[in-house]
């Protein structure tokens, strides 16, 4: 459950914005990413067609990412930015400067991404899973501290009206053939209570449809990426922290 944060900070209730979708779209994050070096390592050289379909994931996963960073700063940290400057002013440097970190390995990620996905080789693939592997390290350590000390602020701080907007921007992100993959994905692992909240607002033969479609397209797509339908989730991956990257990547 993802009702407050691990020192009880509150993420939902009374008088508050309820914040805890965050925690659903960053464990999609943690899970899809931090399995991605062993997707490209499974990967044989020089098989094209395999070499594509990983990277595509990759690749979405990549600017998904992206677009979640760039609305996040958008609509949410400037409006933090300007209603509680004094709370945020011990974290501005470590959040900017981790966001900083990110996006410099995201950008390295896109382009060996793209020289994998032309070559197919096996070393190309190793110096992605390695990037991969250090973006994560980077990536979780910013959502951990997003999640523990900027949710409970957004959850006082920012309108109802301003997360409606953060979520529908967040969806427009998703390709819309990839919709009930997505949401199919959320459902893995995510808070069905939140979950649940987040289907309410759909008319009810899609609210009946979405989580059995969804659920059906994800075990497929794990399946293809992954190697299992059940994939491991966000909470049974160990990234190495930064800094500490090694040659193995991520383990289980
Ligand atoms: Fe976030």
């Given amino acids: 459950m ?34 991605s070096p062993e997707a490209v390592r499974r990967t ?40 509680v400057p004094q709370e945020l002013a011990p974290l501005v440097h470590v959040m900017e400067s981790q966001h900083e970190t990110v996006a410099g390995l995201l950008e390295q990620s896109n382009a060996t991404l793209d020289t994998w996905r032309s070559t197919a080789a096996t070393s190309d693939g190793e110096a992605l899973a390695r990037v991969l592997t250090e973006l994560c390290s980077a990536l979780f350590e910013h ?5 523990t000390h900027l949710l409970p602020l957004m959850a006082r701080h920012i309108t109802t009206a301003e997360w409606a907007e953060f979520t529908v921007q967040g969806m427009s992100s ?6 009930s993959l997505g ?7 995510g808070d069905p209570e ?5 289907l309410a607002n759909l008319p009810a033969p899609v609210r009946r449809l979405l989580p059995i479609i969804g659920r059906r397209s994800f075990r497929r797509y794990a399946r293809r990426i992954h190697g299992t339908s059940t994939p491991r989730r966000s909470t049974d991956l160990v990234i190495p922290a930064a800094n500490h990257v090694t040659d193995q990547g991520v383990s289980s």
């Fill in 143 to 147: 959502l951990q501290a997003e999640e």
């Fill in 44 to 83: 044989a050289g020089g098989d094209q067609r395999r070499t594509r379909e990983v990277a595509d994931h990759v690749g979405l996963f990549l600017a998904l990412l992206h677009h979640h960073h760039t609305i996040e700063d958008d609509l949410l940290w400037a409006a933090l930015l300007e209603r």
């Fill in 2 to 35: 993802t009702s407050q944060t691990a020192d009880g900070r509150q993420l939902h209730g009374p008088g508050l914005t309820d914040v805890r979708m965050m925690k659903v779209v960053h464990d999609n994050f943690r899970r899809e990413l931090g399995l």
């Fill in 174 to 179: 998703i390709p819309r053939r990839k919709m």
């Fill in 194 to 198: 939140v979950l649940g909240l987040e």
């Fill in 183 to 189: 949401f199919g994905m959320m459902l893995y692992e």
